[in-house]
Structure formats: structure tokens, C-alpha cells
């Protein structure tokens, strides 16, 4: 039972906020790093985030039935051993408060505010209001899962400057051609559960060139953190390097006879990407 407690957290989603928002620490170290401070900004960030993934298994346990990678979740009627409503959201609760108190207690006011927006957006924005409404949805949620680097830069600064901006916007435009990818290969899942993303609503061709746009405009967000001196050439060239390879074959799905499979790579190609991003963080700052 405790697993399936851990599943509605959704680990996957806490361990990749926590490595964006290292990338974000790491930047704003420059290399004074505070192991508590970087710690105790982990972990009341992935708590926080904990309490907005069970609240969202809560809200969606209805057409993650209708899902083929849902379907088994914890809240899903007729599931495995399934969790009692009431429960999820006590152990919601607790997440977030816990969250929240270590937040405010070992980093700051900002660094706190910052979380708790995004808290907000991801529960109320997306959740509650556009997932089944809008295709901008996907837009809304990326506002959320851009918040990580910033918490992580203000836990050390107290401060948003443009780094903190940049990093943010880094993430919003990373994560759309990211999400578009899954809708790709998951698009018959997004169908029988009726949620709007862009290729069911505008189509394949639609997606693609979205994808394209967002792609570029990563690029060059990357690209600025070096051109406002944050970080080095090493940090530029790596970037610059991953950022293209992703464009080119983002521009192969044109023609790719198999668009699941080549959504597939993208999405891959995409981990990648922000995996690597944070190391050069940490690795090439000025």
C-alpha cells in the first residue's frame, strides 16, 4: 500500500523538477554551494510538488480510466488495490504543509512565494481549469513546471533578475515541444479521454511546426544566459550543439514515415536535453 501511496506523487515528475531547480541553485551559487540550504530547497520544493501530483491524481481518477498508461493508478475505480479518495487528499495535505513550513523555515519569502505559484497554476490553472477545456492547456502547464530553476535560483539570491527570468523562460519553451511529443505517440490515450491537446484539435502537421518554433526560440533563450555573461563558451557550445541536433530532427518528422516512433525519439532526445542543461549549469558559470 505504501507504493501506491508513493505512485500518486508521481516520482518521475519530482525527479525532474529536482534536477531543473539544481540547475538553477547551481547557477546562482557560483560555486559557494550550501549543502543544507540546497537540501532543505529540495526537499520542500518535491514535497510541495508531491501534494499538487496527488491532488491532480485526485481531480483526474475519472478519465485516467480511460487511459491505457493511467488506467492503473491508484485512484482509478477498479484498480489494484485502490486508495480511498478522502485519503488521497489528507496525505496531499500533509505534503504541502510540510513543504511549505520547510520552505519558509530554511530558504526565504521569495523562494516560498515563487513554489507556491506554481503550486497554484498546476492545481488550478491546469488541473481544474483548461486540461479538458483548452489546448492551451499545455501551454498553462508548462508555466508550472518552469518554476523549479527559478526556486532553486531564488533559495540562494532572494532575488528574480534576469537569470531567474531566463531560466524560466528556458523552461516553458523546452517543455512544449517536450509535451507535444507525448501527445504524438500517446495521441489515441488523449483521444478516448477527450483532452484537447494540439494534435487532436489542429492535427499532426499543426504539432510538428509548433515544435519547430518552440525548438529555435530555445535556442536562443539558452544561448542568452552566455550572452548576459552567466555562464561560459563551454556552456554555450554544448547547449548550442544539443539545441540543434534537436531542431534537425525535429525538422526529419516532415518526412518521418512513422510519426509515433519519431515523436518517441524526439521526446527521448528532449530528456536529454534538460538533463544536460543543469550539469552545464553547474559546471560552466561565471
Known amino acids: 500500500m505504501i507504493k501506491r501511496y508513493i505512485s500518486l506523487t508521481k516520482p518521475g515528475i519530482i525527479m525532474g523538477n529536482a534536477i531543473t531547480a539544481s540547475g538553477g541553485f547551481f547557477l546562482a551559487s557560483r560555486g559557494a554551494f550550501d549543502p543544507v540550504l540546497y537540501l532543505a530547497m529540495l526537499a520542500g520544493l518535491s514535497l510541495i510538488i508531491a501534494s499538487g ?36 487528499i489528507f496525505f496531499a495535505a500533509a505534503l504541502g504543509v510540510l513543504g511549505v513550513w520547510i520552505l519558509y523555515r530554511y530558504t526565504n519569502l521569495l523562494t516560498l512565494e515563487v513554489a507556491l505559484f506554481g503550486a497554484f497554476v498546476y492545481i488550478v490553472l491546469y488541473t481544474l481549469w483548461s486540461k479538458r477545456r483548452s489546448t492551451k492547456s499545455t501551454f498553462i502547464g ?46 489515441e490515450d488523449y483521444t478516448a479521454a477527450a483532452i484537447p491537446v494540439l494534435p487532436v484539435k489542429k492535427g499532426i502537421l499543426a504539432t510538428k511546426i509548433q515544435m519547430i518554433l518552440y525548438i529555435n526560440a530555445f535556442i536562443v533563450a539558452t544561448l542568452a544566459l552566455t550572452a548576459l555573461d552567466y555562464t561560459g563558451y563551454f556552456y554555450a557550445l554544448v547547449m548550442a550543439v544539443l539545441g540543434i541536433v534537436w531542431l534537425v530532427l525535429a525538422i526529419m518528422g516532415f518526412k518521418a514515415p512513422d510519426t509515433k516512433k519519431w515523436a518517441r525519439r524526439m521526446f527521448i532526445l528532449s530528456l536529454v536535453v534538460i538533463v544536460t542543461f543543469p550539469v552545464m549549469l553547474a559546471i560552466d558559470v561565471r
Open 53 to 88: 501530483c496527488v491532488i491532480n491524481n485526485y481531480f483526474d481518477r475519472d478519465i485516467d480510466g480511460l487511459m491505457e498508461r493511467t488506467k492503473n493508478r491508484a485512484l482509478v475505480s477498479g484498480a489494484m488495490v485502490p486508495i480511498a479518495p478522502w485519503k488521497a
Open 142 to 187: 508548462s508555466l508550472s513546471g518552469a518554476v523549479p530553476p527559478v526556486i532553486g535560483y531564488c533559495a540562494v539570491t532572494n532575488t528574480i533578475d534576469a537569470a531567474a527570468i531566463l531560466l524560466f523562460l528556458i523552461l516553458v519553451l523546452w517543455q512544449m515541444p517536450h509535451f507535444f511529443a507525448i501527445a504524438l505517440y500517446r495521441i
